[in-house]
């Protein structure tokens, strides 16, 4: 039965056979696929798309899976993998997983696992626009929280709502007014006196991090994301 929405689903798994086995069966049944096969190679393709399920293998050159697990957020991921240690398991889905599927597996068993993910994703009512990404800065809408790299980005209220803006709009200048009227809901201490004050301390605190300028200043109209 076809899928009705294309669903995208990444594939990370350095075994072509079985890739390239899964990738044609999702394929028929109405999945985008993308593929990765390292887990150095999964953190960058995950820098660049958003899928809306994974499917991870542990034996992973480079990164292995149980390091690549904690770096992907926001996002459902099944475990493929051969090890049968209930422990391993139990771990994972404590990581953060939400399924493990022992290798050698059938086709149908996994299909039936990953159809079972996008019902409960649509019966919640989530999905994967609850989490907005820019380079390496991972922004969580559901929680609040700021990541780069990892690491919690601690923000004031304004300085998220801000941030947030400009990330829902990345390639374009938002004006300081425009800001302020789009934000006054969240924030409405934030004055055109303290904007300014606002914003070069949430420039400050993402260069803190990561040691680069996420955002500009364009002279005499307003503010951006830092695109080059």
């Given at each position: 039965?076809?899928?009705?929405?294309?669903?995208?689903?990444?594939?990370?798994?350095?075994?072509?056979?079985?890739?390239?086995?899964?990738?044609?069966?999702?394929?028929?049944?109405?999945?985008?696929?993308?593929?990765?096969?390292?887990?150095?190679?999964?953190?960058?393709v995950l820098?660049?798309?958003?899928?809306?399920?994974?499917l991870l293998?542990?034996?992973?050159?480079?990164?292995?899976?149980?390091?690549?697990?904690?770096?992907?957020?926001?996002?459902?991921?099944?475990?493929?993998?051969?090890?049968?240690?209930?422990?391993?398991?139990?771990?994972?889905?404590?990581?953060?997983?939400?399924?493990?599927?022992?290798?050698?597996?059938?086709?149908?068993?996994?299909?039936?696992?990953?159809?079972?993910?996008?019902?409960?994703l649509a019966?919640?009512?989530?999905?994967?626009?609850?989490?907005?990404?820019?380079?390496?800065?991972?922004?969580?809408?559901?929680?609040?929280?700021?990541?780069?790299?990892?690491?919690?980005?601690?923000?004031?209220?304004?300085?998220?709502?801000?941030?947030?803006?400009?990330?829902?709009?990345?390639?374009?200048?938002?004006?300081?007014?425009?800001?302020?009227?789009?934000?006054?809901?969240?924030?409405?201490?934030?004055?055109?006196?303290?904007?300014?004050?606002?914003?070069?301390?949430?420039?400050?605190?993402?260069?803190?991090?990561?040691?680069?300028?996420?955002?500009?200043?364009?002279?005499?109209?307003?503010?951006?994301?830092?695109?080059?």
């Amino acid at each position: 039965m076809k899928v009705s929405v294309l669903k995208k689903i990444l594939i990370i798994d350095d075994d072509i056979y079985i890739g390239n086995m899964i990738e044609e069966i999702l394929t028929k049944e109405g999945y985008g696929v993308s593929r990765a096969y390292s887990g150095t190679e999964a953190i960058l393709v995950l820098s660049q798309i958003k899928p809306d399920l994974v499917l991870l293998d542990l034996m992973l050159p480079g990164l292995n899976g149980e390091k690549v697990l904690p770096k992907i957020k926001g996002i459902p991921v099944i475990i493929m993998s051969a090890k049968v240690d209930i422990d391993n398991k139990v771990n994972l889905l404590l990581g953060g997983a939400v399924d493990y599927v022992t290798k050698p597996f059938h086709i149908k068993e996994l299909l039936a696992r990953i159809a079972v993910q996008f019902r409960n994703l649509a019966g919640s009512g989530t999905d994967s626009i609850s989490m907005l990404t820019f380079q390496d800065i991972v922004l969580y809408m559901d929680s609040h929280i700021v990541t780069i790299h990892d690491r919690e980005v601690k923000l004031t209220r304004t300085e998220y709502a801000i941030l947030k803006l400009l990330m829902q709009n990345p390639s374009q200048v938002i004006t300081k007014s425009s800001l302020l009227d789009r934000i006054s809901e969240d924030t409405p201490d934030c004055t055109e006196s303290s904007l300014k004050m606002h914003i070069s301390n949430l420039r400050k605190k993402l260069r803190e991090i990561d040691d680069r300028d996420y955002i500009e200043a364009v002279w005499g109209i307003g503010f951006k994301m830092r695109t080059e």
